[in-house]
């Protein structure tokens, strides 16, 4: 599975991005999807992750009634829109494939295919 994510750029506090990852596999509706960041010197972290039908989504606690994790099957496609975006906000933004059979995991360690990362830079 490749994955190829695009939509990162510079935006001040306040912004707004919208992220899009695309999966090369037709079997794209049986992976359960997660976006990652990592900011400069630290651990990568979950930010949001959604079913295979996207009837459950899951979002980190800092990022929760901000940010929005969406599907659409039909186009191979999942998005992050990130709202009110602060500086803490910096990093580079990865979506992942899980083609396990167990829940929506929040676990990076879970998942098996990454994309290549977008850069997401919010100026205070």
């Known amino acids: 599975v490749q994955l190829q994510a695009s939509g990162g750029g510079l935006v001040q506090a306040g912004g707004s991005l919208r992220l899009s990852c695309e999966a090369s596999?037709?079997?794209?509706?049986?992976?359960?999807m997660g976006w990652f960041r990592q900011a400069p010197g630290k651990e990568r972290e979950f930010v949001a992750a959604i079913s295979r039908n996207g009837g459950s989504t899951y979002y980190a606690d800092s990022v929760k009634g901000r940010f929005t994790i969406s599907r659409d099957n039909a186009k191979n496609m999942v998005y992050l829109q990130m709202n009110s975006l602060e500086p803490e906000d910096t990093a580079v933004y990865y979506c992942?494939?899980?083609?396990?059979?167990?829940?929506?995991?929040?676990?990076?360690?879970?998942?098996?295919?990454w994309g290549q990362g977008t850069l997401v830079t919010v100026s205070s």
């Open positions: 596999e037709r079997t794209f509706g049986i992976y359960k």
């Open positions: 992942a494939a899980d083609v396990g059979l167990s829940r929506v995991s929040t676990n990076k360690f879970s998942y098996d295919y």
